[in-house]
């Protein structure tokens, strides 16, 4: 079946320090690609998304680069600010299928950014 | 334009009980899904409702079911209650089987 595996965290960066979280898929074909972004006591926003292989998403300063030699959607970013404290979901979307239409998510990034 | 809303925001029930969490969607979308997050967790996926039926569903014992009415909002109904139970339900909408889901704020249900 569809799976997402992100980087084990917590991350706690300062102010301004470049932002990697690592994010791998195991899915056949070519899902779409998405992160969410969850702020304490909210539900998830969408972030970025990628739907064929070698696509960037962008906002607000986060991208990610869809891979699908390495199976890969990793999230960066140049320069972290403390309201970017959040939890960071990676997520898939079957292309087609039994599944299609169903977010398949990881298990979430803790993200803290100290001034 | 109003997003994604659902109510309650947050509700306390006792085991064996049972419970009905309710989900808007955003104006415009006809598509209804439903995850469960537990605490620490990334959200599962429960099921889909789409033309008022059940287009697909996770692997959720049939305790939980739902219904999709003509307005599009929907119903989470979860039956006896167990401790395991607990989490954060989130619903989300989109229009038709679109790749952009919308979410609401949750629903957070504690067991006891």
Same mark, same amino acid.
């Given at each position: +079946?569809?799976?997402?595996?992100?980087?084990?965290?917590?991350? *706690?960066?300062?102010?301004?320090?470049?932002?990697?979280?690592?994010? %791998?898929? *195991?899915? *056949?074909?070519?899902?779409?690609?998405?992160?969410?972004?969850?702020?304490?006591?909210?539900?998830?926003?969408?972030?970025?998304?990628? &739907?064929?292989?070698?696509?960037? +998403?962008?906002?607000?300063?986060?991208?990610? *680069?869809?891979?699908?030699? &390495?199976?890969?959607?990793?999230?960066?970013?140049?320069?972290?600010?403390?309201?970017?404290?959040?939890?960071? @979901?990676?997520?898939?979307?079957?292309?087609?299928?039994?599944?299609? +239409?169903?977010? %398949? @998510?990881?298990?979430?990034?803790?993200? &803290?950014?100290?001034? | $334009?109003?997003?994604?809303?659902?109510?309650?925001?947050?509700? #306390?029930?006792?085991?064996?009980?049972?419970?009905?969490?309710?989900?808007?969607?955003?104006?415009?979308? $006809?598509?209804?899904?439903?995850?469960?997050?537990?605490?620490?967790?990334?959200?599962?996926? #429960?099921?889909?409702?789409? =033309? =008022?039926?059940?287009?697909?569903?996770?692997?959720?014992? $049939?305790?939980?079911?739902?219904?999709?009415?003509?307005?599009?909002?929907? =119903?989470?109904?979860?039956?006896?209650?167990?401790?395991?139970?607990?989490?954060?339900?989130?619903?989300?909408?989109?229009?038709?089987?679109?790749? =952009?889901?919308?979410?609401?704020?949750?629903?957070?249900?504690?067991?006891?």
């Amino acid at each position: +079946g569809n799976s997402v595996t992100q980087m084990e965290g917590p991350v *706690t960066l300062s102010e301004e320090a470049f932002l990697t979280i690592n994010c %791998t898929y *195991t899915a *056949t074909g070519y899902p779409s690609l998405f992160w969410y972004v969850q702020y304490p006591g909210e539900g998830l926003q969408l972030l970025l998304k990628a &739907t064929k292989a070698d696509d960037k +998403g962008s906002n607000k300063g986060f991208e990610a *680069t869809y891979r699908k030699e &390495t199976t890969s959607f990793h999230l960066e970013k140049g320069s972290v600010q403390v309201s970017d404290s959040a939890v960071y @979901f990676c997520a898939l979307m079957a292309a087609g299928g039994t599944s299609y +239409g169903k977010l %398949t @998510f990881g298990q979430g990034t803790i993200l &803290t950014v100290h001034p | $334009d109003a997003g994604v809303t659902q109510s309650p925001t947050h509700l #306390i029930k006792t085991r064996g009980q049972q419970v009905t969490l309710r989900c808007s969607p955003k104006s415009g979308h $006809d598509t209804v899904s439903w995850y469960q997050q537990a605490l620490g967790q990334g959200p599962q996926f #429960i099921f889909q409702y789409y =033309e =008022e039926e059940e287009r697909q569903r996770g692997n959720f014992p $049939d305790r939980f079911s739902g219904h999709q009415f003509p307005n599009y909002s929907s =119903e989470l109904n979860v039956n006896a209650l167990l401790l395991g139970d607990s989490a954060l339900y989130l619903c989300a909408s989109t229009q038709g089987v679109a790749y =952009e889901q919308y979410f609401g704020p949750g629903t957070r249900l504690t067991v006891t």
